[in-house]
């Protein structure tokens, strides 16, 4: 433990009562003998250190004091590892005013007690970032994962074991306000499905009539799965940057996306950008009143509505896509007809997925009826 | 680059002996090989890359990258060997603390001696637009059509003999590359406040920046053409690389002609849409993106079209408007919209309205009835050349009976449930009208087949 931080550990056979600065002034510092840093709950990081303290036979106080540090004092804890049976914990109380415990022990000899002094520490953690470079046919991408380690804990830590929720334990140093990135794993080949996204609620129908662009959201989904290569672990959330090869030897950048936690066998679908060469517009081609019924005093208290949407895809590309667009359609109803199949996502929700020719100018519709509508 | 530059700095192996946070030696100060950027228009972001030879030990190494005063995006900063990938490893990357600007990469080397490096980055403060010069001949019926782009590089850094791409196309973006450069904590820090640094001099400067006039930019001094733009398509975006290398200076820009001036075949349109633009006709430019109007080979990228009109033989130009154009995929109609026109009246009136076909119920109320709508609209062309107008013609709502329409009213179809449109051609100093009759159905009168 480096002496400039502010956490120290002292054994006294004095009784509690001292100032905090007379326990910070006397130096008995067992060393640290193994650090383990537990970063597998996003919520809150575990630090485990390993002590010798040197017992006197009777009672002795271990003081523990920090200052600086973002201990959670009611989280620490001390474990007698050995020798278990000739140390007993009797109580730990706080002084007033200060972040410092003391640990009252019982030792029926004198001995060297190694102890695991556990606690929560805020403000050190873990964020995973990837980066996915492409193929320039947009068919695989290399995904590499990075983890960078954050620590503003006001505590240094050299030679820790770090833990995450799985692989291999590393042994890492990090100071306090330095923050490390390292490669965490790299796997090419994996399979690309690229998507086009329309969502009426989302999307205006009519893009020509507005004066600025309005672009079509584009995705990259990649499996979680051992066919792609992938599979072996969720993959944590963190923000993706996305490249492709421009068949020179270099790269473009795509774009970003924070795609969220993807455990085994989901995808990862990662939003790269909008396209302008791919143009949805939608009309409604009548809307009317059918099976009108009425009440005795000629009001009416139900009917039905049939309806027409017809929407006209443009790929303005050289290549295929595959467009997967949302219609909506609230309440009851039927469809009568449909020129393309679709998937009921929910009651009220439908999804067509369209594949698109290079250049192909595509028309869909929907006649349905919405009914027993009251007004 | 000169700040950077001297910031790139190759430690020696024997600190790490030392101990991981020891003194540091220095040991060479590489100099750059070469520096590609691709530039975006969407967002204020620069991908940076550029080699560089580097001696290296065998075993550890460690390189310390600075960026004091720049606009870079640490979370961005990549390394990796070009040509030796098999013998170089990276370890980590290290955000020393209470230092700003500054990461130290940990390098393996299985060998020792020259290696060549590309460092990769993100950096704000480099821009690119399009813009258009349009001339119309003085018969309107074509367009003398000059592209260009303009580069400004207000990132505080000198960019010399530097590949320059630049981007069509809009990426996602989650952070702001200017405010990612600006964090004292390259990677944020944990559940904290995050107190931002003072803009850098660059930024704050951002808006002095000075146009080159064109060739005088050029690295390649005495360049007798032109340079060529290459354009390929990339995913959903389209890359331009500009021919050979550029040098742009800080606070500068350039301006390049982007294609071939080219004469575009136009329509004279004109539009009278009261829902859109008011009670007023408005004056657009049509032409198609495609082959047969001699464009066609790549998307025209969003920027502003000036325009102006051949007034004589002597070259003489009046200035007819302007107009910002959305991007223009590969055989796609463009408009462009230049205002309010002069020269063209619509007048749709009222001619005659009148209700009939009363339903009444049990309590003899009123439950039904007809409305029709008798409209004539006049349209009239004070140029001297030909042009096309289109009226569009708002219905109050979808319940009407089919539309009977009379005179010259050109090309009529049903834009959708709510909205007619006619289209037609006008001669020059000629006067149109046609009539068109809407019957609205109220009430019951809509359940009556």
Redesign the interface.
């Known amino acids: 433990m480096n002496l400039n931080i502010s956490k120290c550990l002292l054994i006294s056979l004095l009784l509690a009562g001292l100032s905090a600065e007379a326990r910070i002034k006397l130096v008995a510092l067992p060393d640290r003998a193994a650090t383990v840093i537990r970063l597998d709950n996003p919520a809150a990081t575990v630090v485990e250190e390993e002590r010798v303290l040197t017992l006197q036979k009777g009672v002795n106080q271990v003081d523990f004091s920090w200052k600086g540090v973002f201990i959670d004092e009611d989280s620490i804890r001390l474990s007698v590892l050995d020798p278990a049976d000739k140390v007993v914990l009797l109580n730990v109380s706080y002084p007033p005013g200060e972040g410092a415990l003391v640990w009252q022990l019982t030792a029926k000899e004198a001995c060297n007690a190694r102890v695991r002094i556990t606690y929560l520490l805020s403000n050190i953690d873990r964020l995973v970032t990837y980066t996915g470079t492409a193929e320039q046919d947009e068919s695989k991408l290399l995904l590499e994962s990075f983890l960078v380690l954050r620590n503003f804990s006001g505590e240094d830590f050299e030679k820790a074991r770090v833990l995450l929720d799985y692989g291999e334990a590393f042994e890492q140093s990090i100071r306090h306000e330095e923050a490390r990135q390292m490669l965490f794993f790299s796997q090419g080949g994996v399979p690309i499905e690229k998507t086009f996204k329309w969502d009426a609620r989302e999307k205006p129908w009519d893009p020509s009539r507005l004066d600025a662009n309005v672009g079509i959201p584009v995705y990259y989904a990649i499996a979680n799965r051992k066919e792609g290569g992938l599979g072996n672990n969720a993959l944590w959330d963190g923000k993706v940057r996305v490249f492709q090869k421009d068949g020179r030897g270099s790269t473009i950048f795509l774009g970003e996306d924070t795609p969220g936690f993807v455990p085994v066998g989901e995808k990862m679908e990662i939003r790269i950008g909008e396209s302008r060469d791919v143009v949805v517009t939608q009309h409604k081609r009548y809307d009317r009143q059918i099976n009108v019924r009425r009440n005795n005093g000629g009001n009416i208290v139900l009917f039905d509505n049939e309806e027409q949407i017809e929407t006209v895809i443009e790929n303005f590309r050289d290549k295929p896509a595959v467009l997967v667009l949302t219609q909506y359609i609230p309440g009851e109803w039927s469809m009568r007809q449909n020129s393309h199949p679709y998937e009921l996502k929910n009651h009220d929700t439908l999804e067509f997925r369209l594949q698109l020719k290079p250049k192909e100018k595509l028309t869909l519709k929907m006649d349905y009826v919405r009914q027993n509508i009251r007004p | 680059m000169r700040k950077w530059t001297a910031s790139l700095l190759l430690l020696s192996a024997i600190c790490l002996a030392r101990g991981?946070?020891a003194g540091i030696n220095l040991v060479t100060l590489p100099d750059r090989d070469s520096v590609?950027l691709?530039i975006?228009n969407s967002a204020d972001?620069t991908?940076v890359?550029e080699v560089r030879k580097l001696t290296l030990q065998k075993g550890l190494n460690k390189l310390s990258f600075g960026w004091a005063n720049t606009l870079i995006d640490p979370?961005?900063l990549?390394l990796r060997a070009v040509d030796r990938p098999d013998a170089v490893d990276?370890?980590?990357?290290?955000?020393?603390?209470?230092i700003n600007s500054e990461a130290v990469w940990t390098v393996r080397s299985k060998i020792e001696g020259e290696v060549l490096v590309e460092i990769m980055f993100?950096t704000s403060g480099i821009s690119w637009r399009a813009f258009y010069m349009a001339t119309l001949s003085q018969d309107e019926k074509d367009m003398l059509l000059e592209g260009y782009v303009r580069v400004s590089n207000n990132s505080g850094e000198d960019y010399a003999n530097a590949q320059t791409?630049l981007?069509v196309?809009?990426?996602?973006?989650?952070d702001r590359i200017a405010e990612l450069a600006r964090r004292r904590?390259?990677?944020?820090?944990?559940?904290?406040y995050q107190v931002p640094l003072a803009a850098p001099m660059a930024m704050r400067a951002m808006a002095k920046t000075e146009e080159m006039e064109f060739g005088v930019a050029f690295d390649a001094v005495g360049a007798m053409a032109p340079k060529e733009i290459i354009k390929e398509?990339?995913?959903?975006?389209f890359?331009y690389t500009i021919e050979g290398t550029e040098t742009i200076p800080d606070k500068w820009s350039k301006r390049l002609p982007s294609f071939t001036p080219v004469r575009v075949p136009v329509v004279n349109l004109y539009r009278y849409d009261e829902e859109?633009y008011g009670p007023q006709v408005i004056r657009l430019l049509y032409f198609k993106n495609d082959k047969k109007h001699k464009l066609g080979d790549t998307?025209l990228p969003?920027g502003q079209f000036k325009v102006y009109r051949s007034v004589d033989k002597e070259q003489h130009v009046s200035y007819e408007g302007q107009s910002?154009s959305?991007?223009i995929?590969?055989?796609?109609e463009a408009e462009l919209?230049l205002g309010t026109a002069r020269g063209v009246r619509v007048e749709p009136k009222l001619m005659k309205t009148q209700t009939l076909n009363y339903l009444f119920?049990?309590k003899k109320n009123i439950?039904g009835y007809d409305e029709k709508q008798e409209w004539k609209v006049e349209v009239e062309n004070y140029r001297d050349v030909p042009i096309r107008v289109e009226v569009f013609r708002p219905l109050r709502h979808?319940?009407v009976d089919e539309i009977k329409y009379a005179g010259d009213y050109g090309k009529y179809d049903r834009?959708?449930?709510m909205r007619l449109r006619f289209v037609l051609e006008i001669p020059p100093n000629t006067k149109k009208a046609f009539t068109y009759e809407v019957v609205y159905r109220e009430g019951e009168r809509?359940?009556v087949q």
């Open positions: 991981a946070w590609q691709t975006y972001l991908l890359r979370t961005s990549r990276l370890i980590d990357v290290s955000y020393p603390p209470r993100f791409r981007i196309g809009t990426i996602n973006l989650l904590e390259p990677w944020g820090r944990p559940d904290m398509g990339l995913s959903e975006y890359l859109r998307p969003d910002f959305k991007y995929p590969v055989e796609q919209n119920n049990n439950a979808q319940f834009q959708d449930i809509r359940d």
